[in-house]
């Protein structure tokens, strides 16, 4: 996935915009830069931040970055942002998102004869530099920004830094969040609300679905209104979004206490404690236990300092090392107890497998595990929120592949908790990965969880429905 930070101010911004970025390393691991503008010029810097936190990394270039807007960005992908010079003069460009129609875009740009990409170290094409390419093609930014929308199939939220200032702009659907925060001289854009705070911005606007508005020192200059259908995506409260951000209205801890409370209704497991996954898994599994009166426990601890969010890696064999390496078991709190474990869902079911097994080796009598989510049926096509490469990575579809000897012609039944194929799949993932007890949060239960109605939020990758 990825996040995106951009300031403009009346004083050099460059300590806002440093801390504003760095608050979103959560959301990848690749990537990290930021571009400033002073007087009539643009710096920045790109790095690699695969193997060293994006503050660690940046903090010696910033002796040499000073001006009064910025924009930087955490990605999982491509190098940026991307300093641009074209008939709309010299801008920087950030986005976030996920363009399944490249081939096709990038063969209509070459037909205009004066058009050439850079390719990365995989030969791919970098998004951000098709997104720009799209936007040149337009009289004006704010054009080009639309045209970008237009074009795109999946989801593009971006910042464009212009010497007037900053144009945001949500992605069509509103698939992602984009905030404005204000405080004295100054405003930022975030996708995170949680990076506002601590930098002493105060929440002052939410970007609605494909909106556009530019931000100068002076303030928020409504450019496109937003439209009217929004599909946000449910994941970014089930496991991307930090603990402390809220998305139209809605605070990402309070959601996943919600859904504890959820898993828990209903569940009459015997155990002796409820623990979560950390640290994802943490606020979903003190839900459960308090709704269910079960004591909560910590038999697991994460390592902090130095391991990443294991979804990152690129190869499943990092990912899986990644996994082991940074959670620590207490053994004390694991002998011989009957622990029920939450976490925000299964994906592969490598890593859980793996806690699981771990709990195992340290004599857990048994291991009833509830994902705080439904069966992740789909690969997300909007946000690369997955690393799977195939849908066939996906532990329910090599459940139902197992089940039927084939790929079945539709999903449907399997996406359904009240048939016998759906409880079939769940006992097939449950014996893979020798869990005592399996059950999968319900959609409605995760939507009600949420708070917004359902026609707003994205489902695909349970449900196929975008």
């Not at 975030?190 to 705070?197: D, G, I, Y």
């Not at 999903?411 to 059950?439: N, Q």
Request: proline share 5%.
């Amino acid at each position: 996935m990825g996040g995106v930070f951009g300031v403009v101010s009346k004083k050099d911004c460059v300590m806002d915009l440093y801390f504003g970025t760095d608050y979103h390393s959560h959301l990848g691991s690749s990537r990290g830069g930021m571009a400033v503008f002073s007087g009539n010029m643009f710096s920045g810097y790109i790095h690699n931040i695969e193997n060293i936190q994006f503050r660690a990394k940046f903090e010696s270039d910033l002796a040499e970055m000073s001006g009064n807007m910025g924009i930087g960005c955490i990605s999982d992908t491509e190098a940026q942002p991307l300093t641009v010079c074209s008939h709309h003069g010299h801008y920087a460009l950030t986005t976030v998102g996920r363009i399944n129609n490249t081939d096709e875009l990038v063969k209509k740009a070459l037909e205009r004869n004066n058009v050439h990409f850079l390719e990365m170290s995989r030969g791919e094409i970098n998004p951000t530099e098709l997104v720009a390419a799209l936007i040149d093609q337009e009289e004006t930014i704010k054009d080009g920004i639309l045209n970008a929308q237009e074009a795109i199939d999946g989801s593009c939220t971006l910042l464009v830094l212009t010497h007037e200032g900053i144009y945001a702009a949500r992605d069509r659907m509103g698939r992602t969040p984009l905030l404005v925060g204000k405080k004295e001289d100054s405003y930022c854009v975030s996708l995170e609300s949680s990076a506002l705070p601590n930098l002493g911005y105060s929440l002052e606007y939410e970007l609605g679905p494909g909106e556009i508005v530019m931000l100068t020192p002076e303030g928020i200059v409504p450019l496109v209104p937003p439209r009217d259908e929004m599909k946000i995506c449910a994941f970014l409260w089930v496991y991307y979004g930090y603990p402390a951000s809220t998305y139209e209205g809605r605070n990402v801890e309070i959601m996943r206490y919600k859904c504890g409370q959820a898993l828990a209704r209903g569940d009459t497991r015997d155990v002796d404690a409820v623990a979560g996954v950390p640290d994802s898994g943490i606020a979903h599994a003190l839900g459960y236990s308090n709704e269910s009166g079960i004591p909560y426990s910590r038999p697991l601890v994460k390592y902090t300092p130095t391991w990443s969010r294991s979804f990152i890696p690129q190869e499943q064999s990092v990912r899986s090392l990644v996994a082991k390496m940074k959670l620590i078991p207490i053994p004390e709190l694991i002998r011989d107890k009957r622990l029920l474990i939450c976490d925000d869902s299964i994906v592969r079911g490598t890593q859980l497998g793996q806690t699981v097994a771990l709990l195992h080796y340290f004599d857990a009598r048994e291991v009833h595990v509830r994902p705080a989510c439904p069966p992740l049926m789909f690969v997300c096509r909007y946000l690369n929120f997955s690393r799977s490469r195939s849908e066939r990575d996906l532990i329910t579809r090599r459940a139902i592949i197992e089940i039927e000897g084939r790929e079945p012609s539709s999903l449907d039944d399997y996406c359904d908790p009240g048939t016998d194929e759906y409880h079939g799949m769940v006992e097939c993932i449950r014996k893979k990965l020798e869990f005592t007890s399996l059950r999968f949060q319900k959609l409605e239960d995760m939507i009600d969880a949420i708070g917004l109605p359902a026609c707003k939020v994205c489902t695909y990758c349970w449900n196929g429905r975008g």
